[in-house]
């Protein structure tokens, strides 16, 4: 139990420190050459930080153990609710959540906390239909997205010049998403360990799981206002859209992406 306990510790704090200075970093220069909007800057965060967990439930639907995977995602993406919040206050852009321009964002944050809390409810059966379903509701999601929401390049007057082109930072994030990766497998040889040879309740590895899982979108929303504060455009609505975006995007694609993976490699390894 202390060698799963350790790995479980390195594992994280590798995550961490990847997430921070390269993962960040990266999306960071690539927006600033390419000059993409704060929203697009935001989803591309929350789709990044999701790898943890996508190894994660992988792993876990491959040794049999999918209740681990699920309850990864689900206590994630509470907790990834909870953290954001959290950020939000500290920097006291909380008022910023009555906006009609978030309400959208809002709306599938709860959704994606809602749905895997009333799958467990209604103990639904582990199968591809199910799987189709969850990839269906994150297909309606991006629907709605760009129906409410249409991209936009930030003008090159308000651009902040980066002093550098995207490769730099595309390589910084690929990099960092192997790194993340790596530590995520040995996070799901952690929880198997726990579960299979501790008898651990499988509920109870996948709330640690979903915390450990969750450090690298608290290590994000952070740093998103951090930013903004750096560079002197803290409180406006900007870094809020930000925020809200990388939260959503992460949650949606734990749920209506990796969920329905991890669905199939568990139902296809049985």
């Known amino acids: 139990m202390i060698f799963a306990c350790m790995i479980l510790t390195v594992s994280a704090a590798v995550t961490v420190l990847a997430v921070r200075f390269l993962l960040m970093r990266g999306i960071d220069r690539?927006?600033?050459?390419?000059?993409?909007?704060?929203?697009?800057?935001?989803?591309?965060?929350?789709y990044v930080t999701s790898v943890p967990e996508f190894t994660i439930?992988?792993?876990?639907?491959?040794s049999g153990v999918f209740d681990a995977g699920f309850w990864n995602i689900a206590s994630s993406n509470i907790i990834n609710f909870g953290l954001f919040l959290i950020a939000l206050f500290a920097y006291g852009q909380h008022r910023d959540l009555l906006s009609l321009q978030l309400l959208d964002e809002v709306g599938f944050g709860v959704l994606s906390i809602a749905v895997p809390l009333a799958m467990h409810a209604l103990a639904v059966t582990i199968n591809g239909g199910v799987a189709l379903l969850l990839l269906a509701f994150f297909g309606l999601y991006k629907l709605i997205d760009l129906r409410l929401n249409r991209p936009v390049r930030v003008p090159?007057?308000?651009?902040?010049?980066?002093?550098?082109?995207?490769?730099?930072?595309m390589a910084a994030i690929l990099?960092?998403?192997?790194?993340?990766?790596?530590a995520g497998r040995f996070l799901g040889s952690s929880a198997h360990a726990l579960i299979v040879e501790l008898k651990m309740p499988s509920w109870i590895v996948g709330w640690v799981?979903?915390?450990i899982t969750s450090l690298p979108e608290a290590v994000s929303f952070f740093e998103?206002?951090?930013l903004e504060k750096q560079r002197g455009r803290l409180h406006r609505i900007d870094d809020a859209q930000q925020g809200l975006d990388a939260l959503v995007a992460?949650?949606?694609s734990n749920l209506g992406l990796i969920l329905p993976a991890g669905m199939?490699?568990?139902?296809?390894?049985q």
Request: net charge positive; with cysteine.
């Open 264 to 269: 199939g490699v568990y139902v296809l390894a």
């Open 224 to 226: 998103i206002f951090r």
């Open 209 to 211: 799981l979903g915390f």
């Open 175 to 182: 990099v960092g998403v192997l790194i993340v990766l790596v």
């Open 156 to 169: 090159e007057a308000a651009a902040e010049p980066s002093g550098e082109g995207p490769l730099r930072g």
């Open 30 to 46: 690539v927006c600033l050459a390419l000059q993409l909007s704060n929203k697009t800057r935001g989803q591309l965060v929350g």
């Open 250 to 252: 992460s949650n949606m």
């Open 57 to 62: 439930v992988v792993a876990a639907g491959l």
